[in-house]
């Protein structure tokens, strides 16, 4: 029986993670086996059988046993454990969340509503490490998958509105006490019907230069605000978060020729989900209704939202997808740029096809590919 050990899994990815796995009863016909960082020997999570005591997620040789890891645990824990295992000469299979091994040459980002062709060449050849992709990247394929299959896409930018999830559970409750402090320094002109609009934008105006606002984590208001920088600044003037548009998008489709893919990312005070605007040059000039088609017919995940403002605020906010594995793509349109020129709006819960899903579905294709 196939042993697989999951480490990371009480994180925010982790835990959406134990959460689908039951959710589609993906315990079964192979031993799990459950690590810590922190608490060994402690009980593991429920999953509807008995499993053993938490084991040390740092012992390589116990890890050695397992013929699949699935770690969730972040880009430290894999920088120190990978290589220790590939010394030690284990042959198993790593599936990752965290983004240390994405770019490596034996390695391959996995979505595959996407990129299944990628991933079963990848099995066929003998790769082993499979790790999910970035957040934006995976959800604009998800979107926008039957146009890039299609071969007609010349260049995109995606401009991003990324919520306080992205960066952690610390920054989802910062983000929150910034609203809590935001109400309460205003509540009284709230509940004043005399009080007017000019009034209540500079009492919050004032709270939020005001030094007592929590901001230890993103460094700056995020309620009733927004910071347009992700990550860390790269030589070409983009942000980390802005590289692996291009980066990854091509190395998810293995492209014979690139296709550029730029923009900006912004963090908004959304809770959950990520919101991309898509400026896309086509090679030539496609009829809205062939784009549509392309789209609506890519996979069962994608949505087309009809460009009309009912359906648009109905179905195409993180408010309407946080929590389903539904990727509504709309208002669709021809730009005043030229008849190449399309523009879009996609929404999708980053935790779910933007991390969790992609590793939950390649553990299962890993599992299939080793029984058959």
């Known amino acids: 029986m196939l042993r697989i050990g999951f480490v990371g ?15 589609e009863h993906d315990f079964g016909n192979y031993e799990p086996i459950f690590f810590t960082t922190s608490n060994v020997g402690g009980k593991g999570p429920d999953i509807g059988q008995e499993i053993p005591p938490l084991k040390d997620a740092y012992n390589i040789e116990t890890l050695s046993e397992m013929d699949i890891i699935v770690t969730c645990q972040g880009g430290d824990f894999t920088k120190r454990v990978y290589p220790e295992l590939q010394e030690e000469g284990w042959s198993g299979y790593w599936i990752d969340s965290a983004s240390t091994l994405r770019m490596n040459d034996d390695s391959i980002i996995v979505l595959d509503p996407v990129n299944k062709s990628v991933i079963e060449a ?37 401009m991003t509105y990324q ?37 209540l934008d500079a009492r919050i105006t004032q709270k939020l230069r005001s030094p007592a606002l929590p901001v230890a984590h993103f460094g700056a ?39 550029p893919v730029d923009g900006l990312c912004v963090r908004i005070g959304a809770m959950r989900c990520h919101s991309q605007g898509f400026t896309i040059k086509l090679n030539k000039d496609l009829p809205l209704d062939e784009i549509s088609s392309m789209l609506r017919e890519a996979h069962e995940w994608v949505e087309l939202v009809p460009n009309e403002r009912a359906a648009t605020i109905k179905d195409l906010t993180p408010a309407a997808v946080s929590g389903t594995l539904t990727v509504p793509v709309g208002r669709l349109r021809k730009m005043l740029m030229g008849p190449e020129y399309v523009a879009a709006f996609s929404c999708g819960d980053q935790l779910l096809w933007g991390a969790a899903e992609p590793i939950r579905r390649i553990m299962n294709i890993v599992i299939n590919h080793l029984s058959d």
């Open 221 to 259: 208001p995020l309620a009733a605000s927004l910071i347009p920088w992700i990550d860390r600044p790269m030589d070409s003037g983009q942000t980390r978060e802005e590289w692996k548009g291009y980066a990854e998008t091509n190395k998810i489709l293995q492209t014979e020729k690139p296709i």
């Open 163 to 199: 919520a306080a999830s992205g960066a952690g559970a610390k920054n989802m409750i910062e983000l929150v006490q910034q609203m809590s402090a935001l109400a309460d320094a205003s509540k009284d002109l709230i509940d004043n019907p005399a009080s007017s609009a000019i009034e």
């Open 122 to 158: 990848g099995l066929s050849s003998g790769i082993k490490t499979y790790v999910g992709g970035n957040c934006t990247v995976s959800l604009m394929l998800m979107a926008l998958s039957g146009l890039f299959a299609s071969g007609h896409i010349e260049w995109i930018s995606s």
């Open 9 to 23: 899994w009480r994180g925010m990815v982790g835990s959406v993670l134990m959460e689908r796995m039951f959710a």
